[in-house]
């Protein structure tokens, strides 16, 4: 196990409400990134933080936000959940930003109906 | 911008038999990280191997090896002697050496060994 933590581990949601996962990161790493993993496909890159301020964006809709706290910890908000958000949403920690690993959670599975 | 490919979508195997995995990798950057993990029905993406672009030296850890050739920009994996615990989804993934580290993953190839 990495030491990397998410809750809640599935959700049921209904389109157009909010939603907030979480996310704990292994010890001594500072960096965390989410993904959004669709059924059949590879992870997604949504947004990356790095001491507390977002340090890089994919290709999602600004109701895709986040926050990082100064233990490290992160949070994943969406708001007006749309059928296609359902997915599983990955958190991984690293100790850095470049040249680093990035160790995985077990993931928060969402379903929007 | 940079695309991870891998070819094979599902690939069936009897136990014990030798299985390999190919990822096929694009970008123009010359200082890149290329990983491997795994993905079993749990969800979680286990991380097997890192690579840097300048180290084409082929690893051999247990029964898994990789075969990184920069002259066609592959990383392949391969699994000898099979097991049913290595069925999963295993994913090829790209990183580069520049702004931040996201990785861009292939989409995935599903390995179902069989007993």
């Known amino acids: 196990e990495t030491g990397v933590t998410q809750s809640p581990t599935h959700l049921i949601k209904t389109r157009g409400q909010q939603v907030t996962l979480r996310c704990s990161s292994q010890?001594?790493?500072?960096?965390v990134s989410w993904y959004q993993q669709a059924l059949g496909q590879g992870p997604q890159f949504i947004f990356q933080y790095y001491r507390e301020e977002e340090n890089g964006r994919g290709n999602f809709p600004p109701r895709f936000s986040g926050l990082q706290f100064p233990n490290y910890s992160s949070e994943l908000n969406v708001n007006a959940l749309e059928l296609d958000d359902s997915a599983l949403y990955l958190c991984?920690?690293?100790?850095?930003?470049?040249?680093?690993?990035?160790?995985f959670g077990p993931g928060t599975r969402l379903l929007v109906l | 911008a940079q695309k991870v490919t891998q070819a094979q979508t599902e690939i069936s195997v009897v136990e014990k038999e030798d299985v390999t995995l190919d990822c096929v990798y694009e970008?123009?950057?010359?200082?890149?990280?290329l990983f491997w993990y795994k993905q079993p029905p749990s969800g979680e993406l286990v991380f097997l191997i890192r690579r840097n672009s300048f180290d084409e030296q082929n690893e051999i850890s247990g029964r898994y090896s990789w075969n990184f050739q920069k002259s066609t920009s592959s990383f392949n994996f391969t699994i000898t002697a099979s097991q049913v615990v290595d069925s999963a989804v295993y994913f090829c993934a790209l990183s580069l050496n520049s702004g931040y580290s996201t990785l861009t993953f292939g989409k995935g190839t599903m390995l179902l060994v069989s007993p």
């Open positions: 991984a920690s690293s100790r850095g930003l470049l040249q680093e690993t990035q160790y």
């Open positions: 010890s001594g790493h500072n960096t």
């Open positions: 970008t123009r950057d010359t200082t890149y990280y």
